[in-house]
């Protein structure tokens, strides 16, 4: 039996949902109750997160290559004396390392919302903010993860689906 307004689980008899507070008029529902915004997305959200991750991940290899070896040595390859070899070699590699991190962050993310982990929903938020100046696709998962995150009404509902999957 679940509560008509939250669909936390209510007992019969039961006056008030012991979780959102909302009187129980009638009957208490039997049906289970409908999957919301969060339940029907983060599974999505969770692949999305992978295969973002995977994609930033390769960028960030190729960066980190070409610093290493390609910028190391353009005065080798008749790059005139006054280019600054030795700064464009580190800002690609720092540039790389960067987003090798932004990618290992986002495997993170995507795996913890996969497993309904508790600390996901605040991580993937937090990389959903960074990731809207990765213009398009960054910018499309990270409207999609604050739609579906966001709201305070999505905290409680992830908050339920930890608590699911943990008893």
């Given at each position: 039996m679940f509560c008509d307004g939250c669909g936390a689980a209510a007992q019969p008899g039961q006056a008030y949902c012991s979780r959102c507070g909302k009187q129980v008029v009638g009957p208490v529902s039997l049906m289970q109750p409908l999957p919301?915004?969060?339940?029907?997305?983060?599974?999505?959200?969770?692949?999305?997160?992978?295969?973002?991750?995977?994609?930033?991940?390769?960028g960030g290899l190729i960066l980190v290559v070409l610093g290493s070896t390609l910028f190391a040595h353009l005065h080798e390859m008749g790059a005139p004396p006054e280019v600054p070899t030795g700064f464009l070699s580190a800002l690609v590699t720092t540039l790389g390392i960067i987003v090798l991190v932004k990618a290992a962050?986002?495997?993170?993310?995507?795996?913890?919302?996969?497993?309904?982990?508790?600390?996901?929903?605040v991580v993937t938020l937090v990389l959903s903010f960074i990731?809207?100046?990765?213009?398009?696709?960054?910018?499309?998962?990270?409207?999609y993860t604050m739609w579906v995150l966001l709201p305070g009404a999505s905290q409680q509902e992830y908050d339920a689906l930890v608590e699911t999957k943990a008893a």
């Open positions: 919301g915004r969060v339940q029907s997305h983060v599974h999505l959200l969770g692949i999305l997160w992978l295969a973002m991750s995977a994609f930033n991940a390769v962050c986002g495997f993170f993310a995507g795996w913890g919302l996969l497993h309904r982990e508790p600390w996901a929903r990731s809207l100046f990765n213009i398009p696709f960054g910018t499309a998962i990270g409207v």
